[in-house]
């Protein structure tokens, strides 16, 4: 079998139990026009005990099918969010 597939990403969404959404990105040269393009993918993750939390900097790898859009697992949380950036403007108010 070949190498697993490691990513470094921030959770968008944690609304799913036991899944994550991380968004990584990555930066290429344009073909044509030689300029630095940032791309952006997005991927569903498990997170069997729930660490990861919106905003936090996490590493997935590559894993067998767990469903039909999950191929990733959370490795390890890397920089967990701050409080601050979880509240929202209607919890202030």
Do not use: C, W
């Amino acid at each position: 079998m070949g190498k697993q597939k490691n990513f470094i990403g921030e959770v968008v969404s944690d609304k799913m139990q036991k899944t994550v959404v991380v968004k990584t990105m990555h930066l290429t040269r344009h073909a044509k026009y030689a300029k630095t393009v940032k791309l952006h993918n997005k991927f569903k993750a498990h997170d069997e005990k729930g660490i990861a939390k919106l905003g936090d900097t996490v590493e997935i790898v590559e894993t067998r099918p767990l469903s039909k859009d999950k191929r990733f697992m959370v490795k390890k949380v890397i920089k967990k969010a701050l409080a601050a950036h979880l509240v929202s403007p209607e919890e202030i108010a």
